[in-house]
C-alpha cells in the first residue's frame, strides 16, 4: 500500500512538472492580447503599447505635452489599422524591402541627423526605443510609402497649363525663395451637407485655435485633437518652400508670423488651422557651369575586343590631332548612334549628366582640346568641350518645383481620399476594451 501511494505521488510530481510549464507559457499568452482584427491581420496588446512607448518618447524629446492617455490609445490604435490595412495590401503585392536598402535607410537617417550608426543606435536607446524596433519601423514606412506611391501616384496628373497657371499666381503673389516650417491641425466633417456636423466641426476648430494663440502648444494640440494623417508627429509638414504650400494655406502663410496659429481655414473636408514655428530665406539664383561638348564613342562588343576598341580609339586620336575632321570621324566611326550622326555632338551638358569618367575628363579639358582616350563603362571616348558657360537654371528649377508643388497638393489629397476608401473597405473589429458596442472581453493568442 505504501509503495503503490508512494508511486501514485512521485507520478503526481512527474504531471506536475509537465503541466507547470504549460501553465506559464498559457498565462504567459493570456499577457497579449488581440485589440483588433483587421481583414487577415490581428493588432496585438503589446504592438499597441510598443508604439505608444515609442510615440510617447519622441514627443517627450520635442517638449509636446502628451494627450490624456485614452485619447493616444485611440490615436495610435488608429494608426496601426491604418498601417495593417497597407502592409497587407504590401504583402499581397509582392512588394519586399532588402536588407542591404534598409540598412543604406538607417544609415542615411543617421548621417542626416550627424551621427554615426553606432551613435543613432545610442540615442534611440536613450529615447526608450531599440535599434532592431527603429529598424523595424522604418521598413513598415518604406512599404506604406511605396504602396501609397502605386496606388495614389497612379491618380495624379499634372499638367503645363496647370504649371503656367501656378508661376502666374506666384508672380501676382510676389513669390520669393522663401521657405517655411510648418505644423497643421485639420478637424474633418464627413457629410459636408450635415449643417449640425459642420458647425460642430467649426466650432471645435475656433475653439482649438482660441486655445493656441492663448498659449496652448499647437504641437500638443496636433497629437491630441488633429484628424490628420500626421497628428502624431505634432502636425509637423517639414519645410516647404513658398511654391510647394498647400493651395489653402498659400495666400495665409506669408503673411502669418511665427509661433502664430492662422485663423480657422475651410473647405468641403473641413477646417484647417496652421502655424508658422520657422522661416529662412533662400538665393534668389542658381547658376551652375555648362560644357557644350562633343564625342566619340568606341564600344566593346562580341565583335571587337576591348583591346581592339582602344586601339582603335587610339588611331582615331592620332586623325584628330594631323588634323582630321572631328565631326567626319564621329560620323563614321562613333557607336553612340545619336550624337554620331550630328557629328557627336552632345549639347550643354550640366553638373552630374555624365557618368563620373566622362565627367571628370570634361572638366579636366581645356577649351578645343582633345581629351583621351578615356574608358567608362560604356567603351572608349574622345571627347572635346568647345565652349562653357554660366547658366541660370532658376526657371528650369522654378518649373520643376512648381510641378512636384502641383503634384504633392494633388498626391496629399487623393491619399486622404485613398486612406478613407480602404478603411471603409476593410473588415475591422475591435476586441476587449476597445470594442465599441460589445462586451469587454481579452481573446489570448499566440502569433
Same mark, same amino acid.
Given at each position: 500500500?505504501?509503495?503503490?501511494?508512494?508511486?501514485?505521488?512521485?507520478?503526481?510530481?512527474?504531471?506536475?512538472?509537465?503541466?507547470?510549464?504549460?501553465?506559464?507559457?498559457?498565462?504567459?499568452? #493570456?499577457?497579449?492580447?488581440?485589440?483588433?482584427?483587421?481583414?487577415?491581420? +490581428?493588432?496585438?496588446?503589446?504592438?499597441?503599447?510598443?508604439?505608444?512607448?515609442?510615440?510617447?518618447?519622441?514627443?517627450?524629446?520635442?517638449?509636446?505635452?502628451?494627450?490624456?492617455? @485614452?485619447?493616444?490609445?485611440?490615436?495610435?490604435?488608429?494608426?496601426?489599422?491604418?498601417?495593417?490595412?497597407? /502592409?497587407?495590401?504590401?504583402?499581397?503585392?509582392?512588394?519586399?524591402?532588402? =536588407?542591404?536598402?534598409?540598412?543604406?535607410?538607417?544609415?542615411?537617417?543617421?548621417?542626416?541627423?550627424?551621427?554615426?550608426?553606432?551613435?543613432?543606435?545610442?540615442?534611440?536607446?536613450?529615447?526608450?526605443?531599440?535599434?532592431?524596433?527603429?529598424?523595424?519601423?522604418?521598413?513598415?514606412?518604406?512599404?506604406? &510609402?511605396?504602396?501609397?506611391?502605386?496606388?495614389?501616384?497612379?491618380?495624379?496628373?499634372?499638367?503645363?497649363?496647370?504649371?503656367?497657371?501656378?508661376?502666374?499666381?506666384?508672380?501676382?503673389?510676389?513669390?520669393?525663395?522663401? @521657405?517655411?516650417?510648418?505644423?497643421?491641425?485639420?478637424?474633418? +466633417?464627413?457629410?459636408?451637407?450635415?449643417?449640425?456636423?459642420?458647425?460642430?466641426?467649426?466650432?471645435?476648430?475656433?475653439?482649438?485655435?482660441?486655445?493656441?494663440?492663448?498659449?496652448? =502648444?499647437?504641437?500638443?494640440?496636433?497629437?491630441?485633437?488633429?484628424?490628420?494623417?500626421?497628428?502624431?508627429?505634432?502636425? =509637423? %509638414?517639414?519645410?516647404?518652400?513658398?511654391?510647394?504650400?498647400?493651395?489653402?494655406?498659400?495666400?495665409?502663410?506669408?503673411?502669418?508670423?511665427?509661433?502664430?496659429?492662422?485663423?480657422?481655414?475651410?473647405?468641403?473636408?473641413?477646417?484647417?488651422? +496652421? /502655424?508658422? %514655428?520657422?522661416?529662412?530665406?533662400?538665393?534668389?539664383?542658381?547658376?551652375?557651369?555648362?560644357?557644350?561638348?562633343?564625342?566619340?564613342?568606341?564600344?566593346?562588343?562580341?565583335?571587337?575586343? =576591348?583591346?581592339?576598341?582602344?586601339? /582603335?580609339?587610339?588611331?582615331?586620336?592620332?586623325?584628330?590631332?594631323?588634323?582630321?575632321?572631328?565631326?567626319?570621324?564621329?560620323?563614321?566611326?562613333?557607336?553612340?548612334?545619336?550624337?554620331?550622326?550630328?557629328?557627336?555632338?552632345?549639347?550643354?551638358? &550640366?553638373?552630374?549628366? /555624365?557618368?563620373?569618367? *566622362?565627367?571628370?575628363? %570634361? #572638366?579636366?579639358?581645356?577649351?578645343?582640346?582633345?581629351?583621351?582616350?578615356?574608358? &567608362?563603362?560604356?567603351?572608349?571616348?574622345?571627347?572635346?568641350? @568647345?565652349?562653357?558657360?554660366?547658366?541660370?537654371?532658376?526657371?528650369? +528649377?522654378?518649373?520643376?518645383?512648381?510641378?512636384?508643388?502641383?503634384?504633392?497638393?494633388?498626391?496629399?489629397?487623393?491619399? @486622404?481620399?485613398?486612406?478613407?476608401?480602404?478603411?471603409?473597405?476593410? *473588415?475591422?473589429? *475591435?476586441?476587449?476594451?476597445?470594442?465599441?458596442?460589445?462586451?469587454?472581453?481579452?481573446?489570448?493568442?499566440?502569433?
Amino acid at each position: 500500500m505504501k509503495a503503490t501511494l508512494r508511486h501514485g505521488v512521485q507520478a503526481l510530481l512527474v504531471l506536475l512538472a509537465v503541466l507547470a510549464p504549460l501553465s506559464v507559457q498559457a498565462e504567459r499568452k #493570456l499577457l497579449d492580447q488581440v485589440v483588433a482584427i483587421v481583414d487577415e491581420d +490581428v493588432i496585438l496588446q503589446t504592438e499597441l503599447e510598443a508604439r505608444i512607448s515609442t510615440i510617447t518618447s519622441r514627443l517627450s524629446a520635442q517638449g509636446t505635452a502628451l494627450p490624456p492617455r @485614452q485619447i493616444l490609445e485611440e490615436r495610435v490604435l488608429d494608426q496601426l489599422i491604418t498601417e495593417s490595412i497597407q /502592409m497587407q495590401m504590401a504583402d499581397r503585392a509582392g512588394m519586399r524591402i532588402s =536588407d542591404n536598402e534598409l540598412n543604406e535607410t538607417m544609415a542615411n537617417i543617421a548621417d542626416r541627423n550627424g551621427m554615426s550608426l553606432a551613435q543613432f543606435e545610442n540615442q534611440l536607446a536613450a529615447e526608450g526605443v531599440s535599434y532592431n524596433q527603429a529598424r523595424e519601423q522604418i521598413r513598415r514606412e518604406m512599404l506604406t &510609402s511605396r504602396v501609397q506611391q502605386r496606388q495614389v501616384g497612379n491618380r495624379v496628373r499634372v499638367t503645363d497649363r496647370e504649371v503656367e497657371n501656378y508661376l502666374e499666381s506666384l508672380e501676382a503673389r510676389g513669390g520669393n525663395n522663401a @521657405q517655411y516650417r510648418l505644423a497643421y491641425i485639420f478637424v474633418s +466633417v464627413d457629410d459636408p451637407s450635415d449643417e449640425a456636423e459642420v458647425d460642430a466641426a467649426r466650432e471645435k476648430a475656433q475653439r482649438l485655435r482660441n486655445e493656441i494663440a492663448s498659449g496652448r =502648444d499647437f504641437r500638443e494640440v496636433a497629437v491630441a485633437e488633429s484628424d490628420a494623417s500626421n497628428a502624431l508627429e505634432g502636425g =509637423d %509638414m517639414g519645410w516647404r518652400a513658398e511654391g510647394q504650400l498647400p493651395s489653402l494655406v498659400a495666400p495665409v502663410v506669408p503673411e502669418l508670423p511665427v509661433g502664430q496659429p492662422s485663423e480657422v481655414l475651410e473647405n468641403n473636408s473641413g477646417f484647417h488651422l +496652421v /502655424m508658422v %514655428m520657422d522661416k529662412r530665406g533662400g538665393e534668389q539664383q542658381q547658376l551652375i557651369r555648362q560644357h557644350r561638348v562633343r564625342h566619340i564613342l568606341v564600344r566593346p562588343s562580341e565583335a571587337t575586343t =576591348d583591346s581592339q576598341a582602344e586601339t /582603335m580609339i587610339r588611331d582615331l586620336y592620332q586623325q584628330l590631332q594631323n588634323g582630321a575632321s572631328f565631326s567626319a570621324l564621329a560620323k563614321e566611326y562613333s557607336d553612340d548612334p545619336v550624337s554620331g550622326s550630328d557629328g557627336g555632338n552632345l549639347g550643354w551638358v &550640366s553638373p552630374g549628366q /555624365m557618368v563620373p569618367a *566622362f565627367e571628370q575628363a %570634361m #572638366l579636366n579639358a581645356d577649351i578645343g582640346e582633345f581629351q583621351g582616350p578615356f574608358r &567608362s563603362q560604356f567603351g572608349w571616348h574622345i571627347l572635346q568641350v @568647345q565652349e562653357r558657360r554660366q547658366k541660370d537654371i532658376s526657371g528650369d +528649377v522654378r518649373d520643376a518645383e512648381a510641378r512636384q508643388a502641383i503634384y504633392r497638393r494633388k498626391f496629399e489629397t487623393e491619399l @486622404q481620399n485613398w486612406l478613407q476608401e480602404i478603411r471603409d473597405e476593410a *473588415f475591422i473589429e *475591435f476586441k476587449g476594451e476597445y470594442a465599441k458596442d460589445e462586451p469587454a472581453e481579452q481573446e489570448p493568442v499566440s502569433r
